[in-house]
């Protein structure tokens, strides 16, 4: 007779659909207590040597074996490697049985870093119209704007969320507000009181509510533009509106009650509510407001300091004299962190401004436009765009690339292309991903950087 | 029917869905109903928690998870309802402890039920915005059992009992009560306070109210605030043992208001042991339990400190102002001294040397040294004391100490330069009469008058001690280069340079010709030495030692001042000498010369001279007499000149004036320094400005202020504004 030995307490046996495992409490004390296995192992139950192990002791579970002995690997060593043989799909549904979903996605892709960034794959889309703009959700799924609708995806990809209109109005711009909502912001429909801005619910696409825009006592319609929000302080949401009269400028809501609390209004001769770009500055709590050729004119950046009503920051290109190779500023954010708001222009040159000082000049980067030169696509062009991860990466997209940019100097250190689909339309870092749209084919695609080294 | 007969063709749509069994849900449920049963029966060791998790991912699965939860949310319902009525039916002690072996079995089953369900509670809940299925548990015990109206109050009111009990002394179960409160606490911050803490702080508002009303009716001050004390560390204790840590500020206020604030001015002014008895008795640990207890409350110190302050100026007014205190201004100043350490030690003991206390100690004593204008004489004669007499034996450390305490008194003062000129007098009368004990002493208060006045003041001080050192090595030199002078006379001359010393009408007097003959000498080997300086002598300063034998043979060696000698030395040629004589011969000012003949003729044991006729005072018909039959049982005779060691009124209305006289170059260098700065500026601020720089040093008069302007505009420094009078303008 074999004398089991002291360790084998620890040891537990289940026949998972008619295979047998062998494990350790250990190992599944990995899932958590909030998962199915937890239970197993608590007192209340009292599973461990009751009635439902006997029979050899084993514990019994009807489900999938494959996907079983996948979810223990898992658990066992944090790897998720899933065989040719097993969906994806199927994979995720036995994950979620067992409450080990965030477990999966979390083992699935490692850590954001522009320079180790690689295709994973592309989804194509069904929607009719050119793609406006795609956002990342901080758990790693999207959402992609076409038109007048909004396609939201969660982390798994595979399946897609009801989608979202907001009174089937052309779509602005997205903004996620948490993992679960989104807001989107819309054109106005004449005297309709249609379109402007709303918050919705992911899972079930409800229209939660909407924000509203209100001038001397009177709700006014009006149409949404770029979008930001901020946490610190007080979870705010900021948008560029068009009303129907004087009330170009920026809206501010509370982002829980959908409530407005604020509204800076444009001043002559400068511009607020056409922006294509707005950024909260959390350290100078200023938001950055950038409205940029072709929409307007001009170009004009400003730093907005709601407390004060001020605008302690601005630039612009009016009367500006007009250089031979007509630097026209495209995009720009600011990179607080370094005190510059950085610039790019069709060439995908990159320049800086000083936030320190106000009413400076562009300093371009020497960069050479040479690599671009001759390569530009015959089709419609896509102006270039930027972004930034919290690392210090800088992002730009031009036609079907996007350059990595780090350091200091913002030196270009990787590119990323996939020929297919034609040129980027819009880009989106979240999640632990980057997101790419494309122009033409109504398809995106997503880019994933692998899980630590084994070794 | 109709439609088959009429042969018509229906297109039906193609159902692509799989129908279950339509039975399916309820089975399931009943399933999972029959378990949820099981588990609060405690009897849930039959279940299968594989079959029980997978039916209920299932019904989710399959879109029954609105039947899941309604069915949850009725079946527990139900059960809690059982429970209710089992609780309510528990009697007296056992309700409690019925409660709370209810809720712990609830949340075991609570926690075995979400078990189950978790699938439901991950993805079911959140999407459609249900309470997850652990509040939900929560919610329902809130509302079925504690605000169940058969429990709510009955609960309430228990708990209120015991925690009366144990204020009145009693031994409760302190450990079922944590169970319950936590239970309250558990159900949302929200039910506790609204449930319970609400009520508790208005019961324990009214028990404080009446029972502070019953101690303040019979105790004294210090034994009403120990049993405050006391109240107050039960309910900190009462917070630590079994309420929320959020409680504490609130319960202790109620103790704070209904306990100290709303008594706290009866306590503070209570007869025979209110706050001024603590003082008076130096009741260290009522005072510090007074202390703290008012610092709880809004403006608690502030009436303690106005009380103090209030009886500090009180009794100080009546120090300085009492003319019984006036006569002995050392026991003056050791008075003041000895009020300071009083309050010193109480504020270190009992108000953890509270900041805003050791100001308004200060202020007080400020306020009250400042009423009587002699302060800073007073101060003066008591370092003049402590300097000649007062530090022997002593060691070098206390001197210290003693020296600190006056210059903290000096600091107080407003009229710090009167202080000074008085000090410079009495050093100089010290330094000449060689009375001073320790040469340290002196130097190191002068290093603190240094720190506290500038250098401006002591040097002049300074140059005294130089004076001093000096003169012995001129009467060193002097008395070598005259070797011929070893017999007769000796002189001893202390050359003080002008300006240092504080200056005095100087009454030269006819010397005798021993001595002038020597003083002439002195004079030319002096003026030999240091040339195109001048020597004048201050005859009134100086003193003697004369050697004197009387009717019997007995031989006496006397002390006597300068004038003393030159009269006596009369009386070596004379056998009577009438007042005129004396007069004429001296040429001593009046009243020196009445001064100097009443102590050789009038003073007990000192009476080296008679008089006719016999009186205590001297007259202008009076005749002296060498007294033969004078006899003393010492050898050397000090002769002390009758002089008040106090200032006699004119002599004070004198230094006074001499004050006034320094300060006019003193306030209008303010005033040419504040105006070269500004160039334009109105009175009323030239005023203030002026007053304020010179604040350190004495308070000026606005008066005195404004005249200096005018001398300083008739000098030319300033001139008036042309169109606005009240404007100066600086004249560079």
């Known amino acids: ?69 996948v979810v223990l690997d898992l658990l066992r060593t944090g790897d998720l490697n899933i065989p040719p043989n097993i969906p994806e799909r199927l994979l995720y549904r036995e994950a979620s049985f067992y409450g080990v979903l965030d477990h999966v996605r979390s083992a699935k892709w490692g850590p954001f870093d522009g320079n180790r960034l690689r295709y994973s794959k592309s989804i194509s889309g069904t929607a009719p119209g050119d793609g406006t703009a795609i956002r990342a959700a901080p758990d790693g799924g999207c959402a992609v704007a076409h038109g007048s609708i909004v396609h939201v995806y969660d982390w798994m990809l595979s399946e897609e969320h009801p989608p979202l209109t907001l009174d089937h109005q052309r779509v602005n711009d997205v903004i996620w507000v948490d993992p679960e909502n989104l807001a989107v912001s819309a054109c106005e429909r004449l005297g309709r009181g249609d379109g402007g801005l709303g918050l919705f619910n992911k899972t079930s696409g409800r229209l939660r509510f909407k924000f509203q825009v ?54 002559p001769g400068w511009s607020l509510g056409d922006a294509d770009r707005l950024q909260w500055l959390e350290e100078r709590n200023c938001l950055l407001v950038a409205t940029l050729f072709p929409r307007k004119d001009n170009c004009y950046i400003s730093l907005l300091d709601f407390r004060t009503k001020d605008m302690v920051w601005s630039w612009s290109d ?18 607080e962190g370094n005190n510059a708001i950085c610039v790019v222009n069709e060439y995908e040159d990159l320049g800086f401004m000083d936030l320190r000082m106000n009413g400076g000049a562009i300093r371009w980067s020497s960069r050479s436009r040479l690599i671009m030169k001759g390569r530009m696509p015959d089709d419609e062009p896509c102006y270039p765009k930027l972004a930034l991860h919290d690392g210090g990466q800088l992002f730009s997209s031009m036609n079907d690339c996007i350059s990595v940019f780090c350091g200091p100097d913002m030196v270009m250190t990787s590119r990323l292309r996939r020929g297919y689909g034609g040129s980027i339309c819009d880009f989106s870092i979240g999640g632990d991903r980057l997101f790419a749209l494309h122009s033409e084919e109504n398809v995106f695609d997503v880019w994933e950087c692998p899980p630590p080294p084994v070794i | 029917m109709s439609n088959q007969k009429k042969r018509n063709f229906q297109i039906e749509a193609f159902k692509h869905r799989v129908v279950v069994d339509p039975k399916y849900a309820d089975k399931t449920w009943k399933v999972l109903e029959h378990a949820i049963h099981e588990i609060y029966n405690h009897n849930a060791s039959g279940l299968s928690f594989e079959e029980l998790y997978r039916n209920a991912y299932n019904m989710v699965l399959h879109k029954f998870g609105e039947k899941l939860y309604s069915g949850l949310v009725s079946t527990m319902t139900s059960h809690l309802k059982e429970i209710s009525k089992a609780i309510e039916a528990a009697q007296g002690e056992s309700f409690l402890e019925e409660l709370n072996r209810k809720w712990n079995d609830h949340n075991k089953a609570l926690q075995m039920i979400r078990d189950i369900l978790m699938y439901m509670d991950r993805t079911y809940i959140p999407s459609n915005h249900k309470t997850p299925v652990h509040e939900l548990g929560l919610n329902l015990w809130r509302d079925n059992i504690v605000r169940s109206s058969k429990i ?62 019953k101690f303040i009716e019979c105790c004294d001050c210090g034994e009403y605030l120990k049993k405050a004390e006391k109240r107050l560390n039960e309910e900190i204790e009462r917070v630590t043992h079994y309420l929320d840590a959020k409680s504490e500020i609130k319960i202790t206020n109620v103790v704070e208001k209904e306990m100290i604030a709303n008594h706290m001015l009866r306590l503070v002014h209570m007869d025979n042991s209110g706050l001024v008895n603590m003082l008076l008795d130096d009741k260290y640990d009522d005072l510090g339990r007074m202390y703290n207890l008012c610092r709880r409350v809004p403006n608690g110190l502030l009436t303690i400190r106005e009380v103090m302050t209030s009886h500090l100026r009180e009794t100080g007014k009546q120090l300085v102002t009492d003319p019984e205190r006036l006569k002995d201004p050392v026991e003056f100043v050791q008075r003041l001294l000895d009020e300071k350490d009083k309050y010193d030690s109480i504020i270190n003991k009992a108000f953890i040397n509270d900041k805003t206390f050791q100001n308004a100690l200060t202020n007080s004593f400020e306020y009250f040294i400042n009423l009587n204008a002699r302060s800073p004489e007073f101060i003066s004669l008591f370092v003049d004391d402590k300097l000649r007499k007062g530090l022997k034996g002593v060691s070098e450390e206390d001197v210290e100490i003693i020296l600190d305490k006056v210059m903290m008194l000096f600091r107080y003062l407003q009229e710090k330069d009167v202080f000074e000129k008085y000090y410079k007098q009495h050093l100089a009368k010290r330094l000449l009469s060689g009375k001073t004990v320790s040469d340290d002493a002196e130097r190191s208060l002068i290093v603190k008058l240094k720190t506290e006045c500038g250098y401006q003041f002591t040097s002049k001080l300074e140059g005294m001690f130089t004076d001093m050192k000096t003169s012995q090595d001129t009467m060193q030199g002097f008395y070598a280069s005259h070797p011929e002078l070893g017999e007769g006379p000796t002189l001893v001359v202390q050359v003080l340079t002008t300006g240092s010393w504080p200056t005095q009408p100087s009454a030269t007097c006819n010397l005798p010709s021993e001595m002038s ?21 201050q005859t009134n300063m100086g003193n003697a030692d004369m050697k004197a034998s009387f009717g019997k043979g007995q031989k006496h060696e006397l002390n006597v001042s300068t004038y003393q000698m030159c ?24 009243p020196e010369l009445k001064r100097c003949l009443q102590s050789m003729a009038c003073v007990k044991g000192k009476n080296v001279l008679r008089k006719e006729p016999m ?3 001297i007259g202008e018909e009076d005749a002296f007499f060498v007294n033969d039959k004078f006899s003393s049982k010492f050898y050397k005779v000090k002769i002390g000149t009758v002089v008040a060691q106090k200032e006699s009124e004119p002599e004070k209305q004198e230094t006074r004036q001499r004050v006034e006289e320094d300060r006019k170059p003193q306030i209008e260098a303010a005033i040419v320094r504040i105006m070269k700065s500004r160039r334009v500026l ?51």
């Not at chain 1, 949404?224 to 009330?247: M, V, W």
């Not at chain 1, 959908?258 to 444009?266: I, R, S």
């Open chain 2, 682 to 732: 109105d009175h009323n601020n030239l005023i203030s400005e002026v007053t304020k720089q010179l604040q350190q040093r004495f308070l000026p008069n606005p008066t005195e202020i404004k005249k200096r302007i005018e001398s300083l505009i008739e000098r030319d420094f300033l001139e008036r504004d042309n169109v606005d009078r009240k404007l100066y303008r600086y004249l560079a």
């Open chain 2, 615 to 617: 009186s205590k005072e």
């Open chain 1, 318 to 335: 009016v009367g500006a004299p007009m250089t031979v190779d007509e630097r026209r500023v495209r995009d720009g954010i600011a990179m």
């Open chain 1, 1 to 69: 007779m074999i004398v089991a030995a002291p360790a084998a307490k620890d040891r537990v046996k289940f026949n998972v659909g008619g295979r047998i495992f062998e494990t350790t409490s250990t190992t599944l004390a990995n899932a958590g207590r909030d998962s199915f296995f937890g239970p197993l192992f608590d007192e209340n139950w009292d599973l461990k040597d009751s009635s439902q192990s006997v029979g050899g002791g084993e514990f019994f579970i009807d489900r999938n074996p494959d996907c079983f002995a």
């Open chain 2, 567 to 590: 009269v006596l030395m009369l009386f070596n040629n004379a056998e009577r000498l009438s007042y005129k004589e004396i007069e004429q011969a001296t040429e001593i000012p009046a």
């Open chain 2, 517 to 537: 003959a020597l003083c002439e000498k002195f004079r030319s080997y002096y003026l030999g030495t240091h040339t195109g300086r001048r020597l004048s002598w």
């Open chain 2, 152 to 213: 709510q109050t009955r609960l309430l009111n228990t708990l209120l009992d015991l925690v009366h009990r144990e204020r009145t002394g009693e031994v409760i179960d302190r450990g079922l009560m944590r169970n319950i409160i936590k239970m309250l606490m558990d159900l949302g911050s929200a039910v506790y306070q609204e449930d319970f803490e609400k009520h508790f702080l208005e019961v324990s508002a009214e028990f404080y109210k009446v029972e502070s009303q």
């Open chain 1, 214 to 267: 209100t001038h001397d006592n009177q709700v006014k319609s009006f149409t949404a533009g770029a979008l930001a929000t901020a946490q610190n302080p007080n979870h705010r949401i900021f948008s560029s509106c068009k009303g129907r009269s004087n009330e170009y400028g920026i809206g501010v809501w509370d982002q829980f009650t959908g409530k407005q609390v604020d509204f800076f209004y444009e001043s």
